[in-house]
Each structure stands twice: as C-alpha cells, then as structure tokens.
C-alpha cells in the first residue's frame, strides 16, 4: 500500500488529505474546514471506469440534488459518474460544513454489496463501522484502514477478500515513482512537468514515460495517463479552493499552479465549465 498525507491553510480554509493506494482500492481521508465540494462542478474524466464509491461523511452536512439535506455520520454507495466522473445527467450533490471530514473507499463495482447510487439515499454500515470510521479519522494509517476494510467486510459492506488483496512489497519501479509523487503529493503540486519529475527520479523521458503510464492504470487513477491526471487533479483543487471565504480567483490560480487568472479560466472552459468567477460565487463557504 502506498500513502501520502498533506495540509494546506488558504483563504480561511483548511485542506488536509491522506490518500491510501492499492490496486483494488483507493482510501481518501479528507479534512475540509469551510470549504464545499459541489460535484456540479467536477471537471469530467476522459475515460469511463468500473469504479464506486464508498463515501462516508463523518461530519458537515452532505445535500443531494433536488432534495433534503443530510447530517452526518452517514454514508452514500456512490456511481462514479456522480463523484469522479460526474456526466450530464447525473445527480450531484453538495459537502460542506465549519468543519467536513470524509472517508472515501474507491473499489470495483463488484467489491461495494450495497445498491449503488445517489438516488438509494444514506447506506447502513453494520456494527464497529463507526468506531472504525473515527480511528481511522484520528489516525490516517495503513493499520486504521486495513481495519476499517475488515470491519467493512465483516458487515457485508465491501467485499471480504479487500484486505488480503493488499501488496505488501511494491515493485521496484513503483517505488520509484512514489518516491517521486509522494512529495508532489504532499506539497499539493499539480503543475509539474515530466521532465522535472525525470529529474527528480533521475530517469530518461522515455523510462518514466512507460512507469507512470503502468503505475497509473495499476492503481486505477483517474485520465488517460499522468497528463491528464494532473490536469484533472489541478482543476478539482481550483473548484475547492474556490470556495474558501477569503480567497480570490487569482489567489487560486496562483496555489494551484497555474500561470496567470486567464490561464485557469481557458483550462475551466477547456474542461466545459463556468468561468471561475461564476464557481467562486455558486461554491463560496459561508459561515451563515
């Protein structure tokens, strides 16, 4: 399993983020303080997937579309298409609160034993979820999620074999390419380019061309290759920034690494989305 943990204070928000790697799984213990995730706003992925979602809000205030909110704890059974890959037509729905804290398991369709999609409503976890839920929020660790996933298991939420499937030596060559990404990770870089992680890594173009492209499909991150996990990966930052109370476009533009307010608004129309000035007003946190 490879992690990474990172923080960010901006414009009166906070941002802290643990992500968890398998290949059958993906873990994101998310800390949001006055900030709001609104997946109308979430740039689509190139390239479908068999991926779902187990999201489950351990505070804040989750608000489907077209209905009443919900209060966590709770817990959604969530199709890609309305969380990573959000398409026209879709539900979407909104997450937010003075402080939010989210644990997102990323698994094969086959792997989550609950009806998926938004419009089933809130999910029952079964016994010792909660507790599981609440160390792992205390203590983003490899241990607190193996728990998790066997507790998860036990309860008929996910399937019982996720655990086992775990890798416990990865590969020299994702070693080394973690080894790498950790830091860019943990730095919220989103805007670096090949050749200075070829730099880093000290390998040819052509070497770390062929380990990202394996490392990315291996563990099932979002786009077509790095490229266009970066692009996607900046662009989700600059929606959830956005939202910050204090913040500016520009202040964003600059944090997330693109060149200038008008470079971030061509990437949003790129990606069809409103200018950012239209996000900043639909997203923005406030306190009432």
Known sequence: MLSATSQLEFGGSLLRSS???ERRLRVHVVRR???VYDT???PPARRPSAFVHLFAQLSGTLRPSGAAAVTAPCAFALAETEFDRVVPGSLTFRSHG???TIVEIRVPADDLRRPIGLDHGPIALGPGAGDAYRALEADPSEPAVHRLLTVLGAGGVLSTDLTASVVADE???FRRVWAVMRP???NLSASVSLKQ???F???SLRQLGRDLTEFTRTFGLFGAGFRDAMRILRLRAAVLLLSAPDATPGDVARIVGYGSLDAMGRAFRDAQLPAPSLVQSAVRYRDA
């Open 33 to 35: 303080d006055r900030l």
């Open 201 to 203: 890594a000290g390998l």
């Open 197 to 199: 992680i070829a730099a």
């Open 19 to 21: 992500v968890f790697l």
């Open 171 to 173: 590969p020299e060559r």
């Open 98 to 100: 003075a402080r939010c």
């Open 40 to 42: 109308r706003y979430a």
């Open 184 to 186: 860019l990770y943990q």
